[in-house]
């Protein structure tokens, strides 16, 4: 009781608990938080969990399935953050933690940071590996035109492709740019062009801007979409300092909408020089090589003026060739004959019909020895085990009982008995003879006597 005589009132647990969670979440419901990442966590139910820390103290944090959803970058142990949310008291526990709403990476941006994260992402997949990148056709006839239909990317791609080469068909399929779903419109628009459209080659493109604004370029999925496309692609988005992600991953990457017109088809006046400039070397060429070709034939002409001159030197020719050829195998012919003449002594040296008798011979004498080496151990063998069987029947203990002694076992215990101390008068004993056995009682007990007097009663 208190001193003013008032009964003081006593908490419940859970009573405490709660009034202590009413406090917190009324006190702190929308507060801001400075601190380090630690034990951070990203289990499967999607959920974050992690500490907030700094030198002197630190405190539990969650951050749901459904706000981590908006979160461009992944959060990661040892990243000093800015955090919007408010206390929550868990009461089976008593704990308290953060439940978050935001997270703001300090020192750079949280785009910034999900554009590296994800970089080093798709780079570490192969995605930006240029030996996988699809070659562009020299001179497409069709090109689909994936952006904004309304925007400047599009009129600027379409003067440039007018200017240079009106023959291209065009295909315009409009996506948004811009905004939450323009990813997933473009990677969905990217999949039905590579299914239902004919065409040689594909354009993603739009119109400078922020990194806010470009943000659906940078998207993963959109990045999956452009190296699933078995057409290959073109990336042209915004001006020559905006690097998004499906520039790294597109088969060409264009600083701006009208330099992946200039890339993607030639002028035609330019062909036509270009044309122009092969047909004259061509005729050049071909005119070179009638010129040399008609000099051949004239030097051919005048050989064949009197061609029995011709013949006469062939014949001549062949003759030479015949001799040599007679004369070098009359000379083979004979080393052969000499090389085997001796195989033929060789053989007869070592023929196999005398080999085998001198073998057979040495087989068969050793076979002899073999036999009567093997019969002399086996009788040595035999005497030594005689032997052996003689001496242990003479230690059998059947050998000295049919020689007239006896063992004489204490009863019940069946002990052999060694020495008279151990049994008294009127004890039980069993006498073992050479056949049969006595049953007897100790009718008298003497003590040990001399060798003597134990020889004089034999």
Same mark, same amino acid.
């Given at each position: ?35 380090? *990442?630690? %034990?951070? /966590?990203?289990?499967? /139910? ?114 440039? *492709? ?39 080659? *594909? ?6 801007? /922020? ?6 370029? %940078? ?25 998004? *992600? ?16 200039e890339l993607l088809v030639a002028e035609k006046e330019s062909l036509i020089n270009r044309l122009n400039e092969v047909r004259n070397r061509l005729i050049s060429s071909v005119g070179i090589n009638l010129k040399?070709?008609? #000099? ?61 008798? /001198? ?53 019940? #215990?069946? %002990?052999?008995?060694? %020495? ?39």
């Amino acid at each position: 009781m208190s001193q003013e005589g008032q009964t003081p009132k006593i908490y419940r647990v859970k009573e405490l608990t709660k009034e202590i969670q009413d406090l917190l979440e009324e006190r702190f419901d929308f507060i801001w938080v400075e601190g380090e *990442i630690s %034990n951070f /966590s990203a289990p499967v /139910s999607g959920h974050y969990y992690m500490v907030l820390k700094d030198e002197g103290a630190q405190i539990k944090a969650v951050m749901f399935r459904l706000q981590t959803g908006y979160l461009k970058f992944t959060p990661e142990d040892g990243m000093k953050v800015i955090v919007q949310g408010r206390i929550g008291v868990y009461q089976p526990r008593g704990e308290y933690q953060l439940i978050l709403d935001y997270i703001e990476p300090m020192g750079v941006g949280a785009l910034a940071l999900a554009l590296e994260q994800l970089k080093k992402k798709l780079a570490a997949q192969g995605l930006f590996d240029e030996d996988i990148k699809k070659p562009l056709p020299f001179l497409p006839q069709r090109v689909a035109v994936i952006t904004s239909p309304t925007g400047a990317a599009i009129r600027d791609f379409l003067k440039i *492709i007018r200017r240079r080469f009106v023959n291209i068909e065009i295909t315009i399929v409009p996506v948004r740019v811009q905004g939450d779903e323009a990813a997933a419109d473009m990677a969905k628009a990217l999949d039905l062009v590579n299914k239902d459209l004919a065409v040689d080659v *594909i354009v993603l493109t739009r119109g400078g801007g /922020s990194l806010e604004d470009l943000w659906a370029f %940078n998207e993963e999925d959109l990045a999956l979409a452009i190296r699933r496309s078995r057409l290959p692609v073109v990336s042209a988005v915004g001006h020559e300092i905006d690097l998004t *992600i499906s520039d790294l991953v597109a088969d060409l990457r264009a600083p701006t909408p009208s330099a992946a017109a200039e890339l993607l088809v030639a002028e035609k006046e330019s062909l036509i020089n270009r044309l122009n400039e092969v047909r004259n070397r061509l005729i050049s060429s071909v005119g070179i090589n009638l010129k040399y070709h008609t #000099q051949q034939l004239e030097v051919l002409r005048r050989g064949l003026k009197d061609p029995r001159k011709r013949f006469a030197e062939i014949w001549l020719r062949l003759d030479e060739i015949h001799t040599r050829l007679v004369r070098a195998t009359d000379l083979l012919l004979r080393d052969l004959q000499k090389r085997l003449t001796g195989e033929e002594r060789a053989l007869l040296v070592y023929s196999p019909a005398s080999t085998i008798s /001198s073998m057979r011979q040495r087989l068969e004498f050793q076979e002899t020895s073999l036999a009567r080496a093997i019969k002399g151990q086996l009788a040595a063998k035999q005497t030594a085990l005689s032997f052996v069987e003689k001496g242990i029947a003479a230690l059998s203990p059947l050998s000295i009982l049919r020689r007239g002694y006896s063992i004489t076992r204490k009863l019940p #215990q069946k %002990n052999v008995l060694k %020495n008279a101390t151990e049994v008294h008068e009127g004890d039980q004993v069993e006498v073992l003879l050479a056949e049969g056995a006595l049953g007897c009682k100790v009718e008298k007990v003497e003590e040990k006597k001399a060798r003597g007097d134990l020889a004089r009663k034999f």
